[in-house]
């Protein structure tokens, strides 16, 4: 089973719509919690945080439910621009280490 | 914010010979500094952690004799692919630690696409 596990998509969707991804992580101990976005052929670029208590930026929303070892973002009125891969990262503490989910591509339609 | 650059950015060797890959932190310190790799459609693989002035540390299932790893300052890591072989072309990016001062953050390079003929 891998660590952090993403379900890869596509996802087509049209612009305006609202998309969720979603990610589950195995390790218990992790501590922080992260969604990257990857454009084809670069680098992966930090898009927010997560945070226990969820957390908003502009048209994002982030949520992490420990309990259930669970991470999700929300992505509405999406925008062409916004096509590209979404990562889930976790980071464990020890070492400082981030470990990638898979990463789920996003594909916004016009 | 902190600027990481990789060089080169693109590369193509014959098999058998080896490749440098260069990891500079632009406008910070890092004491450590961490390599990627990445094969098409699959998500990026923590290859080694470099720590400056020591040895680097090694993920299973990667040779430290094939993947050299030399911090040798502060804001250098270097990665050297030696007798390179077809499968080992893939996206190598490095990312930088910054911490210090109330930040800890890391920081990715652009990527080194690495192909080998």
């Known amino acids: 089973r891998k660590e952090v596990e993403q379900d890869p998509g596509p996802f087509n969707v049209p612009e305006g719509a609202t998309v969720a991804f979603n990610c589950t992580y195995s390790n218990s101990a992790s501590q922080s919690f992260f969604w990257y976005r990857q454009d084809c052929r670069k680098e992966p670029k930090l898009l927010m945080s997560v945070y226990s208590s969820g957390n908003e930026d502009g048209r994002f929303t982030a949520q992490l439910n420990r309990a259930s070892q669970y991470i999700s973002l929300l992505i509405r009125d999406s925008k062409l621009s916004d096509s590209a891969t979404y990562l889930c990262?976790?980071?464990?503490?020890?070492?400082?280490?981030?470990?990638f989910g898979g990463g789920t591509r996003l594909m916004v339609k016009p | 914010g902190a600027v990481v650059s990789q060089h080169p950015s693109r590369v193509i060797c014959k098999s058998g010979t080896s490749v440098k890959i260069e990891c500079r932190s632009l406008?910070?310190?890092?004491?450590?500094m961490f390599w990627y790799r990445q094969f098409p459609k699959q998500s990026l693989m923590l290859m080694a952690t470099?720590?400056?002035?020591?040895?680097?540390?090694?993920e299973q299932g990667v040779e430290k004799d094939k993947f050299l790893i030399n911090h040798a300052s502060l804001t250098l890591s270097t990665l050297t692919v030696t007798s390179a072989h077809p499968e080992d072309s893939s996206f190598y990016i490095c990312?930088?630690?910054?911490?210090?001062?109330?930040?800890?953050?890391?920081?990715f390079g652009p990527g080194t696409r690495l192909t080998v003929t």
């Open positions: 990262v976790v980071l464990h503490n020890a070492g400082n280490m981030l470990t």
């Open positions: 406008d910070f310190q890092a004491t450590t």
């Open positions: 470099s720590n400056e002035g020591s040895k680097a540390t090694y």
């Open positions: 990312s930088a630690r910054e911490s210090g001062a109330g930040r800890d953050e890391q920081y």
